[in-house]
């Protein structure tokens, strides 16, 4: 029997209505080797007392509690408090399907890699539940619409490639319906040794982005599954989802700032270049239509002192295509004081 154990790390952080949900999904699974380690960010409603009860009646579930410190403080310490064979995140307000584990770590033993991505996620924006909640009525128990009851890795396709960067943001590869998210760490089941040394950036919102991108300045072996593993439920209150655009963009920018000079410390250019296609134009030119609607005030101004400062350093000039050439100049629209001028 496979008895290799996957260690859960859950930031919590005043979820006080998606809780439960998100920690019977985890006490659902078929594959039972598991540990849950649930980090209470300071929360200040009922997610404390949630989580002490789960965890007094099961033991697989470890509890701890911490002052405010932010997700990534979170994940870290979740991280140090670690030792199975395999990593996953899961945010508190989402939920995974039941056979999540099982069917991951089937993949990665089968297939003899690093990690798992299941890119195929519902994003989680289900007009029952959001109506539901909006109605405050109790939907702890409650299944969504869509998501299937069991999934079959003999009727899903998988691809492998030894080099997972190469498809972060590749559309092309005939077998791939969609590319790997390459901001989201919750995608992904991962042997925690290739993770393990990788730190998220204090007081970074984003902070997805530069861990993301650390790991991969090395080839990554991976499985990419169209199983639908994962739903993701857009919470705007939540610790990764409350931040608004032009703090998203600045947040973004601070994020691939320093994921590239760890690119150019490598000194890898080939890499780079990948790195920068497949990840940093990726994010970019879906980004940049936040600068249309910048308003006026304090953000804004340290938003666009910002990009004038990484214009100067050429950090814009490696845009490769069309698209990310047409980015390319709305930021330096901005870099020269101006402001770009949406045409229908």
Not at 1 to 6: A, C, I, L, P
Not at 165 to 181: E, N, V
Not at 302 to 325: C, H, P
Request: glycine share 4%.
């Amino acid at each position: 029997m496979n008895t290799s154990r996957v260690d859960i790390i859950i930031p919590v952080y005043n979820v006080e209505p998606y809780l439960q949900r998100c920690l019977n999904s985890v006490l659902k699974q078929t594959y039972k080797h598991w540990r849950a380690i649930c980090i209470d960010d300071g929360s200040t409603d009922g997610c404390p007392a949630i989580l002490d009860e789960y965890a007094a009646k099961d033991s697989r579930f470890m509890v701890v509690h911490q002052a405010n410190g932010g997700l990534s403080h979170a994940r870290n310490e979740g991280m140090a408090l670690a030792d199975a064979e395999y990593v996953m995140f899961v945010d508190s307000d989402d939920f995974i399907h039941p056979q999540t584990l099982e069917l991951a770590v089937k993949l990665i033993k089968r297939d003899g890699t690093d990690m798992v991505s299941w890119y195929k996620d519902v994003i989680y924006i289900n007009i029952q539940l959001r109506l539901m909640h909006k109605l405050k009525m109790n939907t702890i128990n409650v299944r969504p619409w869509r998501i299937p009851f069991r999934c079959s890795l003999k009727l899903s396709k998988s691809v492998i490639t030894d080099d997972a960067l190469k498809h972060a943001s590749d559309w092309r590869h005939p077998d791939i319906k969609y590319p790997i998210k390459h901001n989201y760490v919750w995608r992904h089941l991962f042997k925690r040794s290739l993770i393990k040394d990788i730190k998220f950036i204090k007081g970074l919102k984003y902070e997805d982005i530069p861990w993301w991108s650390e790991l991969l300045v090395k080839p990554v072996k991976a499985t990419i599954t169209h199983l639908p593993l994962y739903y993701y439920y857009v919470n705007h209150k939540s610790i990764s989802k409350a931040t608004g655009g032009v703090e998203r963009l600045m947040s973004q920018l601070k994020g691939l700032s320093y994921a590239q000079k760890l690119y150019e410390e490598a000194g890898n250019m080939e890499r780079m270049r990948l790195w920068s296609r497949n990840i940093k134009w990726a994010i970019l030119t879906g980004s940049s239509r936040v600068l249309y609607k910048m308003g006026e005030g304090p953000q804004t101004d340290s938003l666009v002192k910002y990009i004038t400062d990484l214009a100067k350093t050429g950090f814009f000039d490696d845009a490769i295509g069309t698209r990310e050439n047409i980015a390319k100049e709305l930021y330096y629209t901005v870099a020269k004081g101006l402001r770009p001028v949406k045409t229908d």
